[in-house]
């Protein structure tokens, strides 16, 4: 479920342009973290690693305005998320499209007192032009979670939430996905590795970046035998 999460939302995100992000490492973003390599190594997006949190906001911010594109700041649960306020407030105030994919604990532990949890939803309101807590997504039926992803994606594009091709009359801006995971330290044996579903008799084609989290060792060995 956790990889499921993280490969559904990074996916639209670069549907939606995005073509950098920047991390900051840590193990509750680990689903995260393995997407992104995947989506870099298949050439789908750009990653930059910077393991200062508030260094890696002023990065993301600089691409952001550089390219005038939607960039993604991801980090780990806990007090990591405060060090992108000062970063997040100047891409609210400049209508720079920055996107902040923190990683949460799951639902059920907030307000407990487990190590490295805090309030996070709704944690830069309101400098944020849209956010959305993902506590179980993708949802089996679009709800208020898929809703809320779709607004802050419009908010990123600037495209009408009506009609995709139309643009819209809001500004852009930076928004706010807070990602609950679970289980998120492992993908167990799947590896992260560049497949090409290609065969010496048969024409070359490359397989969606996200095939790459869900290749096993023996199938990626016996493909470079083909």
Known sequence: ?????????????????????????????????????AAAEAGALIAHV?????????TALGIAKASGQ???LVC??????????????????????????SADRPERLRGS???QTTRQASFFYPFVRAEADL????????????????????????????????QSAEPIGPV??????????????WILWRHRLTCRSSPRRTAPWWLLLTVPV?????SRAC
Request: proline share 6%.
């Open 1 to 37: 479920p956790a990889m499921l999460t993280a490969v559904s939302v990074l996916d639209s995100l670069i549907r939606a342009g995005m073509r950098h992000v920047v991390v900051s490492p840590g193990s509750r973003s680990a689903p995260l973290a393995y997407a992104i390599a």
């Open 50 to 58: 910077r393991v200062d949190e508030r260094s890696a906001a002023f």
């Open 70 to 72: 939607p960039v993604g």
């Open 76 to 101: 780990t649960s806990g007090t990591a998320l405060g060090e992108y306020v000062p970063a997040v407030m100047e891409a609210y105030h400049a209508g720079v499209p920055l996107a902040v994919l």
């Open 113 to 115: 007192g487990v190590n």
């Open 135 to 166: 506590t179980s997504y993708p949802e089996q039926v679009e709800g208020e979670q898929t809703q809320a992803f779709a607004a802050c994606l419009n908010a990123l594009t600037g495209r009408s939430a009506e009609h995709w091709r139309k």
């Open 176 to 189: 706010h996905l807070n990602i609950c995971f679970d289980t998120p330290s492992s993908v167990g044996f």
């Open 218 to 222: 023996s199938l990626r060995r016996s």
